[in-house]
């Protein structure tokens, strides 16, 4: 590589950045401790204003559609569920890096943001169906699942980001382009970056095999790399302007089978996120 950006030089920047508040750092290891307790949560929670009040915001949102006003932090819990209270604890933390444009990936201003809002949502509304059972850190992994994509973006140089853009143009997936120009994909780079966070192995790997989930080990981080890999392909499809929205997403036949999915179910999926994401996108401004 002409400007040695490998992994080693990437994942170097990873420690200069910000990390997480104590508050979701706690929260992400209570939310994958089968043994933790509604009332752990809620502590925490009590002791971050900010996050309390964007967590009464969600629950009193029109999607969760509360029948009374929720008014109490652990009543916003049990409403959400932990999975939900994390997703909104490192949403808050991420939203403004994340907003920002990278046009080495032809993405303005907000365009990746939105991309992880809709995965998030559609991990949300897969869980939902109770077709499997989706592990609560999955919403996090499907809303981090492209944070590698920041740093490429921001440090790697104009002479080898176009040599990525142009293997992309030839056919190329983004995760191909940049492993054949820089030996690291977006997904691996993600990965570190969550472990540099303090975040659940579960999580790091869900982010690190959202392209490969064929490689997740047969225990319920494969179902957290199905369901994110599933969030990103979705997204990709949700997101789009007119007539993206009619196209069918090319759902792996493996995953399809692991999750229970139907054309019915996707197409559903695709209409949930399509309909809800404009006012998810609110509850993280």
Not at 2 to 16: I, K, P, Q, T, W
Not at 71 to 77: C, E, F, L, N
Not at 168 to 182: C, I, N, Q
């Amino acid at each position: 590589m002409a400007d040695g950006a490998n992994l080693e030089s990437l994942v170097g920047d990873v420690v200069n950045l910000e990390p997480l508040p104590a508050s979701a750092s706690r929260l992400a290891s209570l939310v994958v401790d089968e043994n933790s307790h509604v009332d752990d949560i809620v502590q925490i929670i009590n002791f971050d204003p900010a996050l309390t009040a964007k967590l009464l915001r969600a629950a009193n949102s029109a999607i969760s559609a509360p029948r009374n006003p929720i008014t109490t932090v652990r009543d916003a819990v049990v409403r959400l569920g932990p999975g939900q209270v994390l997703l909104l604890a490192i949403g808050g933390h991420v939203s403004t890096q994340m907003r920002a444009s990278l046009q080495s990936y032809g993405l303005e201003e907000g365009r990746l943001w939105r991309h992880s809002v809709a995965a998030a949502l559609v991990a949300e509304s897969f869980r939902k169906m109770r077709l499997v059972r989706v592990p609560a850190e999955s919403f996090t992994a499907a809303l981090l699942h492209d944070v590698g994509k920041l740093l490429i973006g921001r440090h790697v140089g104009p002479e080898i980001l176009g040599e990525i853009r142009q293997r992309r143009e030839s056919g190329k997936t983004d995760a191909e382009a940049e492993t054949e120009v820089l030996q690291v994909d977006h997904a691996r780079l993600g990965a570190a970056i969550a472990k540099q966070w303090g975040l659940p192995e579960s999580i790091v790997r869900g982010i690190a095999l959202h392209h490969d989930p064929q490689s997740a080990p047969f225990d319920k981080d494969k179902t957290i790399c199905d369901v994110t890999y599933l969030s990103n392909v979705i997204a990709r499809t949700v997101e789009g302007e007119g007539a993206r929205l009619r196209l069918e997403p090319e759902v792996d036949k493996a995953v399809r089978t692991r999750l229970a999915l139907t054309d019915k179910l996707v197409e559903q999926l695709c209409e949930r996120v399509a309909t809800n994401l404009d006012e998810v996108m609110t509850l993280y401004s």
